[in-house]
């Protein structure tokens, strides 16, 4: 494909089915947006879908895309980056699907620092089954199945991000439609496991972290004019602030380097020869 | 066939049975005898009994026998444990100057010799199981020389005052028994030959078929008995431009390896025991996204923990029908080390030609019995490898629709779709475990959901009449008794109709290692008078199948003890069964 790639290339002509005026719009968008500018075409872009209202996304985007089992978009993405370094990977996927049914998976995608993109959509509800908590659901948010809230605390992405080893950690917004694919951008430019979390609101199901709360609420990290995202201790203040939200890059490693690298992991793994390899019987020998 | 020799060494956990077990392994195979080896081991690091077993012949053997001839035992339970395959003039190593009173039954022969003292003698106290094996040389018959190639093998990397202390351990240990004992008696003449034979297990087998079949992606969560798979590619993989990743679950693992399978690269993961249930999740999509790639099950005795560190093939049913809804795929079970090796490039090419998930089915007797074979027996200039319909940048313009879409599951004639994969131009295209069309976008609309089931299951009837499902036969082919068994008990088996012949009972054997889609037994079972299938479980998974195809009853040998199959026991089985009364209709 010619380089003058533009990000409706990346467009199926699939209609999405997405509520109107659903944050997942704006994310995509942003997604595809940040794709385009980084000089990737849908030929050699991979895009991993979870499941949920955000998991269609593979379907609304045009490019090689595998939508596949409830929180196991990280794990496909991984398997798809190391075998092809040369393949542009990115993973898409809701709240329940990274920090409930695969937070097992965050945790350990982030630790390996696969070079890839990870973007949330965050809408901290489940949308699709209409309308129960999700992890990242306030503690008194009543749901269907949760009448007088979770009870609980939720999880702090970014923090469980942090903890886990993370070498970039961003916070987005869809409607900052902008600021948004900035962010998205500088992750698919990080060396290493870009994480964005992007609140992405669900207009059906949650009344409370709405477009209004966040427009209100959300602190842009780039207005804070003294946080450096290489300084770890400010990034670890900005994360664990319960009194603010924000959005921006909040971290990222000068010292990363991604897993292919770590592990000598540069071919392309799917060339193959027509026939075993041309000394193998030399593995045999190694059972005199 | 000439005459066997069982030789064991049993201790705790820890006490380095395994690695002295196979040195003795080693140093047969280079001597140009056949072996054969299994294993009894209990899963933990330390404590416990746990044993390593030889027998040798310098005719084939691949399988155990309830007779154990040479037993070293570092403790009183390793007697024990043995007592029934233990005869009258079996000789017992033991070191009498132990703690232990070693209790050497009357008509057994006690050589008693201070391995430990002889030991500490050559370098170190940790060198007596060497001491033993330069005893059980001496019993044998067997010229400790033969003991220095694999002593240099195993140590060698820890330098050449290692390597020579052990040397002189295992004369130490040769030469008492030749000075206190007069062993002539137990005539045991270990003869030699000018063979070449590598020693290897099922596992190592399976890891080097996945190389020569071009694999170059392995994804895995450590678990007995499949660790040794992952164990094998380790570094291995790496040399030929592939990777083996240790991932957080097996539920990451699989979905690692669709992964690499979607991007191209022919892939596979390993597991047992309840690392296949978690991995079930996962089976739909590959079947349904259509990615080509092989998921083996090195099966243990189940269900849950169940015994992980004993045998079993009780996934039968697992592999077959595991996951919901319905999931067109292969199953194939190798039935012998070299198979494990052979089935495993064919699963390779099966799952590419067919963009299908193979399930490859071993078991834990396979996966830790070692044994030997000609080097040819692994002829890689025999390997072939078909990638099936994976498209370039040229093929992929004759599946493009009208405006240019990639049909990456075009229902076609033989139900098999083109395969792009990233990086070739105008092969994007999406795929899920969504219901899909030709696109691979999801659809819920009747015609495309009857289309695309029909397509996928239209591969598997296209294979059944491409490839060849055969079976591997063994014994008369007109007896009247006929016996079927699949995956690892054909060695056993094979031998076990030496021992049917001395009785005079006729029998064909037929080993199966295809079990979906499987050869039609129907008129091989019609022309015997008695069928019996032999499995490793306790309610007869394979004989359901078989009784369901050929719509008729067969009679079952079940053994579930965690134990595998011997071959007189076996032969001893089917000369009762033969007698039992059929089953009702």
Redesign the interface.
Known sequence: ?SSDVRFTDFK???QPTWCPGCGDFGTMNGMMKALAETGND?????V?AGIGCSGKI??YM????????H??A???????????P??EVMVAGGDGDGYSIGA??F??AVRRNVDMTYVVMDNRIYGLTKGQASPTSRSDFETSTTPEGPKQPPVNPLALALASGASFIAQSFASDALRHQEIVQKAIEHDGFGFVNVFSPCVTFNDVDTYDYFRDSLVDLQEEEDHDPNDYEAAKEVILDSEKEYQGVMYQAENSVPYNEQ???T????E??????ED??D???E?? | MAADLNWAIGGEAGDGIDSTGKIFAQAL??AGRHVFTSKDFASRIRGGYTAYKIRTSVDEVQSVVDRLDILVALTQRTIDENLDELHDGSAIIYDGERSWDAEIPEEMRGIDVPLKSLAEDAGGAIMRNIVALGAACEITGFDVEYLDESLEKRFGGKGTQIVENNKEAARLGQEYVQDNYDVDDLGYDMETTDE?????NGN?AIG?GA????C??Y?GYPITPATSIMEYLTG?L?E????V?Q???E???I?????????????MTATSGAGIDLMT??FG?VAT?ETPMVICDVMRSGPSTGMPTKQEQGDLNMALYGGHGEIPRFVVAPTSITECFWKTVEAFNLAEKYNTPVFLVSDLAMSVTEQTFP?EA?D??A???DRGKLVDDEEVQEWLDS?GRFRAHAATEDGVSPRS??????????????EHDEL???TEETEVRVQQVDKRNRKVETAKNEEEWDYREFGNEDAENLVISWGSNEGALVEALEYLEDEDVDVRVISVPYIFPRPDLEDEIEAAEETIVVECNATGQFADVIEHDALTRVKRINKYTGVRFKADELAEEITTKLTEEVPAQ
């Open positions: 494909m199926s002509d699939k849908p030929d050699n872009t991979f991993v593979g379907t045009h490019s090689y895309a595998l939508h596949g089992v929180g196991r990280l794990p496909v993405g991984q398997g798809v980056k190391m075998s092809r040369d393949i097992g998976h945790v350990h592990h000598g992991v071919e392309d793994m799917s193959i020869p027509d026939g075993a390899p193998a019987m593995l045999v020998r059972f005199y | 195979s280079r070449d034979y590598v020693l290897l190592e080097m190389i020569a079949a071009g170059r992606f994804a291995r790496e030929y431009g592939g990777h990743v991932a957080e679950d539920l990451s693992a979905n690692m390896t669709l992964g690499a399978a979607r991007a191209g690269a022919r892939s999740e996962t999509l996204s080097p692994f890689m200039d390997v072939e490898i405006q994969i990233p990086g070739t131009t105008d092969g994007a295209h999406m795929s899920t475990g969504l691979g976008r999801r």
